[in-house]
């Protein structure tokens, strides 16, 4: 027998714990969603996440959309798909970056084991979604819009925050051995997956070990669109979990390797030919009188090198373009949860976040263009950064409850000189200019940015819950936006994660973004514990001052063109939409549901008035839901509007709508778990609004093809627990 490292006697503390863990993330965003992944096995942290939702604003997201999107890809993205206010981009199918109501990437505040994980890399090829994978989540949080002081700074439009479980402990005098295997295939690419997870434990010490492979080749894209190249991935995963329990008090330390052989992506000129990150956590949560206090501390080097795979005409010692990158974080956040009354609960606490990288492109032998030096992009840039918060929530009747939080984060940028791959000649004379400008400067910055959020939450019947906030929030540039000071045609072209074709000039003069954002969720439901449906409707504006956008410097070529980052203001607006709808809920015929979501949001640059850079059209899903005993099943259709309001400054692509057929099913038997599906049943062509455009199209013949979606894709999976 196995139970949780919390004792069900222990009771308080589960309470305590509920209060400061599972709120801190999820309570204070309107459109807070939390995923608890279905296992055979699951800890402490579904009775965790129901606890949350009783206190505050957390709702339990389909499970049954989340096994759909564990099958289908091996992004840990994926496990958003389908929730309010959730969309992504990117041309890897390992790493596309989260967009929270049409802010994305370094606006998004993105949270692994408690650890935030800064892409190294120009294109942003290793974000920190990337380093985990979907089979090793345990609960998985997404909060659009506003979000709490205490769910940290320097972002503007939600948090991602993702979880593997805590250890497992046995019963006193006992011992604990247990685990899981699963292997999955996909069709399209022959893709396949394998994981592991195996526990030995008494009741103080547990000994856990992770294992994942992930493997694919490039896919085909619907419509008999064909092999989209630069689509393939490998990678591999493996790590050891230390747990100590004793009495009120857990201790956790994680250590862990992962590697990235290759990875293609089709709407940059580069692939990722190796990405190794290793890193160690720890994290400790006590007990004590006066509340609750959650420590926690991390390492992690990051080393990760560009090249040109087969698709793009391979990479030796004389052809190809390396680049390569190194980054070392570390840092620390601590929280305390102080009950003050009965009604009312103080969070307190401070977190350091260290981020060093180093960016250089090795010379190419032989190579007139690329040699006879190294080209120091960033040479030993750091990003430091330095946040204390102050939080207080109320329960002033049992109808109405309030948040407020202060937070201020200090912001320290710099980094050293720099050098083109050769001083002289006429190919580097762009960047030989560039560089003398840039070290002629000071590089040091720092920011001095303050939060707040305020929140309300009435219930105005026992059916109508009204949630209304404001939120301001700040980020501070990152280093590339900052420091990437290449001018040459080449050089620039390599620095942007937008997948477009087009050359990015950093700028040090920027200022911090700070956006002001007010939303209100409306949230009907069934008034009786059946919860039998439920609507959600939240509107949402945001005016970000210093918006980090773009200026035009000159064109590259005909269909490319150079731009430097600069400083805008900009709007967002939009509504997000959520309902279920229990059908039929017998004995005979188990529980058929039906799900949906609508998101619209539109984004514009108040000073080029033109359209916010990759906001997704108007989309949504319709799902229905069966159980019936051990089976569960899912017929989902996605519908995409046609993309019209693009950044015509970028020469964004506009895409035309799509409707895509989605099926799954499962079933339990015993200790075996067997999953299929269909992705895109109906082999539907259809182009990614925000998936930018096919780069090596672009270099060949100069066509500016939007990213192909996938095909159709037959997926099976099959899952042993002992």
Known sequence: MSYPFFARSQRNWLWLMAACALPCAASPGLAATVVTLPRVDISTAQEDAALADSLLSASQVDKSSARMSRLSSPDAASLFRNQPGFSSYGGGRLANLPVLNGMADDRVATVVDGVRINPACPNHMNPALSYIDPDSVETATAIAGLTSVSNGGDSLGGTIDVERADPRFARHGKILFTGRARGTYRSNGGGYSAAGSMT???????????????????????????????????????????????????????????????????????????????????????????????????????????????????????????????????????????????????????????????????????????GPNTFNNINNGHRDRLGHFAEWEAQWTPRVSTLLGLRNDLVMMNTGNVSPYSWTGMMSAADIKAADNFNRINHGRSDVNFDVTALTRWKATDSLTIEAGYARKSRAPNLYERYAWGQGGMSSKMIGWFGDGNGYVGNPNLKSEIGNTASVTFDWHDPTSAQRWELKVQPYYTYVHNYINVNFVKNLSANSNQYIFENHNAQMYGINTSGHYTVWNTSRYGKGEITGVLNWVRGQDKVTHTGLYQQMPLNGTLGLNETVGPWTGRAEMNFVKAKDTVDSLRNEPRTPGYALLNLNGSYNWKMMTLTAGIDNVLNQAYYMPLGGILTYDLKRDGTRMPMPGMGRSFNVSLSATF
């Not at 990479?315 to 956040?333: E, I, L, V, W």
């Not at 260290?354 to 960016?359: A, C, I, S, T």
């Open 200 to 370: 030995v434990a008494n009741d103080t010490f547990s000994l856990r070990y992770n294992a994942s492979y992930d493997q694919s080749e490039d896919y085909s894209g619907g419509g008999g669109i064909g092999k989209v190249g630069s689509t393939e991935y490998v990678r591999y995963t493996h790590d050891v979990t230390l747990g100590i329990h004793k009495k009120n008090h857990l201790l956790v330390l994680t250590f862990g390797q992962q590697d990235a052989p290759r990875e293609g992506f089709a709407n940059q000129y580069m692939d990722m030919t190796n990405n190794r990150s290793t890193y160690v956590n720890g994290k400790y949560v006590g007990d004590f009188n006066w509340g609750t206090l959650e420590a926690r501390g991390h390492w992690q080097r990051v080393t990760h090198a560009m090249n040109m795979l087969d698709d793009k005409g391979g990479h030796s010692t004389t052809k190809g373009m390396p680049m390569n990158d190194d980054q070392r974080s570390a840092g620390y956040s601590i929280k305390a949860t102080i009950p003050l009354a009965r009604q009312h609960t103080l969070r307190l606490g401070s977190s350091f976040d260290h981020e060093g990288l180093r960016d250089w492109w090795p010379p190419l032998v032989g190579s007139m263009m690329m």
